[in-house]
């Protein structure tokens, strides 16, 4: 348990489907990230919040758009979806400098998605 | 274009013995790198990081080696357990803006410590 929890565990959707991914950190973090990990491939960054300002945005299609409401949580809403997104969804958070180091990322679970 | 590489996407070892995780990278902008292990249906957990400005840090079995002039890491893990097996992450860490850093990641490689 690594104080980060992630909902749903696993999502199928199809591509006309509207639906969201939940993050919630209990470590009193002050930065988040969304990663995608695809089969064979190494985890991308796809998007950074720090103190809820988004702080990088890693050239990621329009159809996913984060949320992030406080510190604590974080939402990745997804809409129209190619089954070539179906990937892992991790859900990171860390304490960022001055008061920590971003180099203790601590993770998800992650939520499997398969877009039909 | 992969800037930190693990070229080998498994390694099976006998336990007790050493096992030896691989990681190169090309950025030399890099200041910190760390290793992270991942159980099948969980997330990557935290396992040992290094300062780009040290070449060796040891934690109980753990000991990562950097050589920055062949822009090379290395995880050694000694003595092997079962308990040892899972996909090991490389990442590096780079300053993106301000006061902002972000990590990037090698594929993994897949550890599997025999009985």
């Known amino acids: 348990e690594t104080g980060v929890t992630q909902t749903p565990r696993h999502l199928v959707m199809g591509m006309t489907n509207k639906k969201s991914l939940k993050c919630e950190q209990h470590?009193?973090?002050?930065?988040m990230y969304w990663y995608k990990q695809s089969a064979k491939k190494p985890l991308e960054l796809m998007f950074v919040?720090?103190?809820?300002?988004?702080?990088e945005n890693n050239s990621v299609p329009s159809r996913f758009s984060p949320e992030c409401p406080n510190s604590s949580h974080l939402f990745l809403h997804l809409h129209t979806l190619q089954p070539e997104d179906s990937a892992l969804y991790l859900c990171?958070?860390?304490?960022?400098?001055?008061?920590?180091?971003?180099?203790?990322?601590?993770f998800g679970p992650g939520t499997r998605l398969t877009v039909l | 274009d992969q800037q930190v590489k693990q070229n080998s996407p498994s390694l099976s070892v006998q336990e007790g013995r050493i096992s030896i995780l691989n990681c190169d990278y090309t950025n030399s902008m890099f200041d910190y790198f760390l290793w992270y292990k991942k159980y099948p249906a969980e997330g990557p957990t935290f396992l040992i990081s290094?300062?780009?400005?040290?070449d060796k840090n040891e934690d109980g079995r753990f000991t990562v080696f950097l050589n920055k002039s062949a822009k090379h890491l290395s995880l050694h893990i000694v003595p092997s357990q079962p308990g040892d097996s899972a996909v090991y992450f490389c990442a590096a860490r780079i300053r993106s803006g301000g006061s902002n850093y972000k990590l990037t990641f090698g594929k993994g490689t897949l550890l599997t410590v025999n009985p």
């Open positions: 919040y720090n103190f809820k300002e988004q702080t």
């Open positions: 290094i300062s780009s400005i040290k």
């Open positions: 990171a958070s860390s304490q960022d400098p001055p008061y920590g180091r971003t180099d203790t990322q601590y």
């Open positions: 470590l009193g973090h002050n930065a």
